[in-house]
């Protein structure tokens, strides 16, 4: 008999592989193993809860035992992995649980990034990365209005956005310049501050926090410059790191995510990773449409049907509602300019090549609107290859 398919992690990446399995082979076993509570939600929607008032348990979709049920797959909850025995194609657990597999995912996901800070609370700043991280945040929000966030990118423009609508004061620390600069270009960083002090922000752009110490009413958080910022809470919102502290200690190759080639397999042939915690071609990509585009390749080659996994132009989406944004950044030493439209209510940029190619572009307010049309232009992130290769 067949060794069974085993899954580690119950994200959206978990979930998704073993839906798409279960879409071409009804049969084969599957296990997913995962050391939280195994249920099923949106990770997306942790930075957008606040304002629809919804708390940790109104975003679970389904529960781990109602998954399970669904793919017919055995669930194995608050489950870690101890040990990875690729050799021999078996696992271990804190459990006890000694697993033989046939094919391995990884689907770790990714973790918070920790920072740093001198003081007497560095281990109170709070990150927001999961469902439990979420019920202990809005816990922690009760009774305080004035919020410090750490952070000016993606997320940490999201939960500022999500604050802010709910009625909160917002301190915004970031040490770039602009909000959100590795996606957009200045004019769009621009407008989405112009956005968030309209509406009660404090920004502090070119600043790192330095230090922060607890007083009597909440929090003192000493800036770069020795600028004072007090608070009632401190959110860190610093990004994210791939998981992948099981594949190093048991000697698959990994860089910032575990390191995997077009077929999504890692350097030993029957494991493989996607999601946050896998590096391909030198990306990790912590978003949606890639890890549903892994899942899609990733069961056919699992099922029997190798398949290389491909990625269309994929924008991205910032959930700020105040002045929404969308962006797919230009690859690192494009040649080619910015050409920028705006008006009151949106503004328009888009990077083109001198032979007009479009490469890049971000789009705020109502000029999201051209997000379906442009994208069409866009040349595919990970196009269609000529020839295959299984090469890491």
Request: hydrophobic residues 40%; contains cysteine; charged residues 20%.
């Amino acid at each position: 008999m067949k060794e069974p398919i085993v899954i580690i992690g119950s994200g959206l990446a978990g979930f998704g592989i073993a839906r798409a399995i279960r879409r071409l082979d009804a049969a084969c076993e599957l296990i997913m193993i995962c050391a939280d509570s195994g249920a099923s939600y949106s990770k997306p929607q942790l930075s957008t809860a606040l304002f629809a008032k919804k708390t940790a348990s109104d975003l679970v979709m389904n529960s781990a035992a109602e998954m399970g049920n669904e793919l017919r797959m055995k669930m194995m909850v608050r489950t870690r992995v101890t040990k990875l025995d690729h050799e021999n194609s078996q696992l271990s657990t804190d459990k006890g649980h000694t697993i033989q597999y046939s094919q391995l995912v990884m689907a770790t996901g990714s973790s918070a990034r920790k920072l740093q800070l001198e003081g007497d609370c560095n281990e109170s700043l709070i990150s927001v990365n999961s469902l439990k991280d979420y019920h202990y945040f809005q816990g922690q929000l009760q009774g305080k209005k004035d919020i410090l966030v750490i952070g000016g990118g993606l997320i940490g423009c999201e939960f500022s956005n999500d604050l802010l609508t709910s009625g909160h004061q917002v301190k915004l620390v970031e040490p770039c310049a602009r909000l959100i600069n590795v996606l957009v270009p200045p004019q769009v960083s621009l407008r989405l501050e112009q956005a968030f002090e309209k509406n009660g922000a404090q920004l502090h752009l070119g600043r790192c926090a330095k230090a922060v110490n607890k007083v009597d009413n909440g929090y003192r958080v000493t800036l770069d410059n020795g600028e004072i910022l007090n608070c009632e809470l401190v959110v860190s919102a610093v990004g994210v790191v791939s998981n992948i502290d099981i594949a190093k200690e048991s000697g698959l190759k990994v860089n910032r995510g575990i390191v995997v080639n077009r077929h999504l397999q890692t350097s030993v042939e029957n494991i493989y990773a996607i999601g946050d915690c896998c590096e391909l071609e030198g990306r990790v990509l912590p978003y949606v449409a890639p890890i549903l585009a892994g899942c899609k390749a990733l069961a056919a080659t699992l099922t029997g049907t190798p398949t290389e996994v491909t990625y269309p132009a994929m924008p991205i989406s910032i959930k700020t509602s105040l002045f929404p944004v969308a962006a797919a950044p230009v690859p690192l030493g494009a040649d080619g300019h910015w050409s920028v439209e705006e008006d009151s209510e949106g503004i328009k940029a888009t990077f083109e090549k001198s032979n007009g190619d479009l490469l890049g572009m971000a789009l705020g307010g109502t000029a999201i609107k051209f997000r379906g049309p442009l994208s069409k232009q866009l040349p595919p992130l990970m196009p269609v290859r000529a020839a295959n290769s299984c090469d890491i």
